[in-house]
């Protein structure tokens, strides 16, 4: 780390570049055709009925203040976190559960400044100021610089993001009561907000004229195989023998007559014994840390990373820390997506009581994944290649399908509220609102970890790591299963109480389990995916290429004008959400390395999303 004043020959004068390029033309044309109502194109258009518009704009996005202002802080310094884990009250640093009531740090009591040694170094002290260039976690001049929790950069080029926008529509009216409209709808979304793990596995690194992404796929495929997962879940065969040695780790760890794999057949042979749960898991970041530190410090593989140790001198007798960050987070606006979209509108105003309007879209949404500028410690699947290999694909908002239906009716009858029957059957409006939509995108994760590109340790998270298919999709999602209307479930839900499957046993009667399922056959759904692996896979498909469910509700609010005397008006209000009492349920996980709970259902979708038991408003307006 570097002060900014001493970065690039202390050129630069701020953190990042201002921005000045934010142009935002816009330009749009409307034609009102007025042809003669006895020609073929008269009759087309209508005569002055009929609106062809077009239109372009650029809007640019705003830049979040915690990129701009937060992230230059946070290198060594104000805002960065120095790790001392369990701080003693002697002023040295006891490591993880090392520290309890009687000997912990005390803040106020024991000194003012919590102590910064290593815990492998707790005698060591810690300089004043930090040297420049500073190295986190290592020793400059024999002092040992405090170790750094992950960090965080803002790209110097950091911009606004801005989206080009265009519509065609063509509008025709039908007297003066109706209207139809369709149009297409586009946007090319540049410079949108992203993140990336500048400490992500260098898969491409190259030993033996091997890369490592090469190396791992020819064990991964002997050692685990390309099957999905079986009733049991994602195994692996423990038979390390039958591997073929992989020049890269043959060449990285020194051969079978080396220190690291003696005692082994081979190299290959060593990392599989070594890092078969890391095989079976994807863990691509873990067993490439655990690799590499069990170099000697003279390979260059030993430090790849910033998790790995710095190559520099100790003190006689000290170490390097093992471990000097988690990640680094380079914040920057190379994100890009689409969206293209056809609509069509229909209304009627007061047609014969009736006011409507009907609205249909056909989109899809395209990006290399959506976060907010206030998010941290999210990459993209592939930080060294994101925008075509790992990341880009459909939106997690994208909804191929949307019916809106829109009405307003006053009851034709009775208007003046004549007699005590005018009374009781006049004033009556009906106000009723329908929405259906297709699937949200459903993801088949990968794992929890989701580091099977090397992309992210533990403490961090990637966007859209999908599960690879190895055979076509059967499951669907179009309604929930249960063993009341699917011989497969009840089947599936036997095999449970059996002990027979590990895949949904959450969804367990016996032990307060729904029931439940997207899928009517679990099992054969999970054993058409398979985790996702480097050097075999090219893609994730975005935020899921399969769908959850469907989704439809109807609102409806009824309301009754009551005439009293002149100056006093009377309204009943009686507003209900999900008429239909519509159970839509929210799909379920679908984690192929936590099949515990694939598939399973265990509520609906989110009130928070419009979806709700039914219930019901009354309200009494008065006027005067």
């Not at 934010?22 to 330009?27: E, Q, T």
């Not at 007297?175 to 898969?203: C, S, T």
């Not at 988690?326 to 920057?332: H, K, L, R, S, V």
């Not at 403490?459 to 055979?471: M, T």
Request: proline share 6%; glycine share 12%; with cysteine.
């Amino acid at each position: 780390f570097d002060l900014i004043g001493n970065a690039a020959g202390g050129e630069s004068k701020y953190p990042y570049n201002p921005f000045y390029g934010g142009f935002s033309p816009h330009v749009s044309a409307a034609w009102n055709p007025d042809m003669a109502p006895d020609t073929l194109l008269g009759k087309m258009f209508g005569g002055n009925k009929t609106v062809i518009r077009g239109g372009y704009g650029r809007i640019y996005g705003r830049a979040n203040g915690v990129d701009l202002v937060l992230v230059p802080l946070l290198g060594p310094g104000l805002l960065q976190g120095v790790q001392c884990v369990g701080p003693l009250s002697n002023g040295t640093c006891a490591g993880a559960s090392g520290a309890n009531l009687t000997t912990a740090f005390r803040i106020g009591v024991d000194g003012n400044v919590a102590p910064l040694p290593s815990p492998t170094n707790p005698t060591a002290t810690v300089t004043q100021t930090l040297p420049q260039p500073f190295f986190p976690g290592s020793y400059q001049n024999g002092v040992l610089n405090p170790a750094s929790a992950d960090g965080s950069q803002l790209d110097p080029n950091f911009r606004p993001d801005h989206s080009d926008e265009f519509n065609f529509t063509i509008q025709r009216s039908f007297g003066n009561k109706m209207m139809l409209e369709a149009g297409y709808i586009g946007r090319l979304i540049h410079n949108e907000f992203q993140e990336i793990n500048l400490d992500a596995v260098p898969w491409m690194y190259t030993q033996g004229g091997q890369t490592f992404a090469q190396a791992y796929a020819a064990v991964y495929t002997e050692y685990c195989g390309l099957q999905g997962a079986t009733a049991t879940g994602v195994t692996c065969n423990k038979n390390t023998s039958a591997v073929t040695p992989q020049p890269f780790f043959e060449t990285a760890l020194g051969g079978a007559n080396s220190t690291t794999c003696a005692g082994y057949s081979s190299c290959t042979a060593y990392v599989i014994a070594k890092q078969g749960n890391n095989f079976a898991t994807t863990s691509v970041n873990a067993m490439w840390l655990s690799l590499s530190e069990a170099l000697p410090s003279t390979n260059p593989m030993a430090h790849s990373m910033l998790e790995l140790p710095i190559n520099g001198s100790t003190p006689s007798g000290g170490a390097l820390n093992s471990t000097l960050t988690g990640a680094f987070d380079f914040i920057n606006s190379y994100g890009h997506g689409s969206y293209n979209a056809f609509f069509t509108t229909f209304k009627t105003s007061d047609w014969h009581g009736l006011t409507t309007q009907s609205n249909f879209t056909w989109g899809r949404a395209l990006g290399t994944g959506s976060v907010v500028q206030a998010s941290s410690s999210i990459t993209v699947p592939d930080p060294f290649n994101f925008n075509t290999f790992g990341t880009y694909g459909i939106q997690p908002f994208d909804v191929k399908f949307t019916l809106n239906e829109l009405m307003l009716y006053q009851l034709p009858w009775y208007k003046e509220q004549r007699g005590f029957l005018g009374r009781v059957a006049g004033g009556w409006t009906i106000a009723p609102i329908f929405v259906a939509r297709s699937g949200l995108p459903q993801r088949f994760a990968n794992g929890g970890d989701a580091q099977s590109f090397g992309e992210i340790y533990s403490g961090q998270s990637a966007n859209y790591e999908e599960a690879a298919g190895v055979s076509p999709f059967t499951g669907g999602s179009t309604a929930e299963y249960s063993a009341t209307n699917s011989s497969a479930i009840a089947s599936w839900l036997a095999a449970i109480q059996a002990g027979q499957t590990t895949i949904g046993t959450s969804a367990n009667p016996a032990k307060g389990g729904t029931g439940l399922n997207m899928f009517n056959n679990p099992i054969a759904v999970a054993n058409e995916f398979r985790p996702l692996v480097l050097g075999v896979d090219s893609g994730t498909g975005g935020a899921g290429v399969l769908r959850g469910f469907p989704y439809f509700n109807l609102d409806a609010t009824v309301s009754k004008d009551i005439r009293t005397v002149e100056r006093i008006q009377l309204k009943l209000i009686i507003t209900s959400v999900n008429v239909l009492n519509h159970f839509t349920p929210a799909s379920g996980s679908t984690n192929i390395q936590s099949l515990g709970s694939f598939g399973v259902i265990t509520g609906q979708y989110g009130s928070g999303n419009g979806t709700v038991a039914r219930w019901m408003e009354f309200g009494l307006r008065l006027g005067f």
